[in-house]
């Protein structure tokens, strides 16, 4: 069993920057690859960026692309997502999630939520403009 705890969220102006935070319990977090979606009010849960195990791989959303940066600490059982430039349009709750599995994927196969096999409570976020 592996647990999620995201936090970092807040309410942020426009143009500002948040990080968030997912710390994950587990003596193996450092073979999952991890994921961060968010999720609108009235909207469906979507991606926004992968890491692989080794943090030297990643992918994101085109809307987020070179907003948002995906990292992770292996030594602390934590992946970060710092949001830059953040826009009205990026309030949700913004979810971090676990693949445990070991097979290597393309990139793009993270991006369907329905792979992950672990999920965080959640944490808001909410830019005002």
């Known amino acids: 069993q592996v647990q999620l705890v995201e936090s970092g969220g807040g309410l942020v102006q426009a143009g500002g920057s948040l990080r968030l935070s997912c710390a994950a319990s587990?003596?193996?977090?450092?073979?999952?690859?991890m994921g961060w979606f968010r999720q609108a009010p009235g909207k469906e849960r979507e991606f926004v960026a992968a890491?692989?195990?080794?943090?030297?791989?990643?992918y994101y959303s085109d809307s987020m692309k070179g907003r948002f940066t995906i990292s992770r600490d292996n030594a602390k059982n934590t992946v970060y997502l710092q949001m830059n430039s953040l826009k009205p349009e990026d309030t949700a709750i913004y979810y971090c999630?676990?693949?445990?599995?070991?097979?290597?994927?393309?990139?793009?196969?993270?991006?369907?939520?329905?792979?992950?096999?672990?999920w965080g409570q959640g944490t808001q976020v909410t830019v005002s403009s």
């Open positions: 890491i692989r195990r080794g943090g030297s791989s990643t």
């Open positions: 999630a676990a693949y445990v599995g070991l097979q290597l994927r393309p990139l793009d196969y993270y991006t369907d939520l329905g792979v992950y096999d672990y």
């Open positions: 587990g003596r193996t977090f450092s073979s999952y690859t």
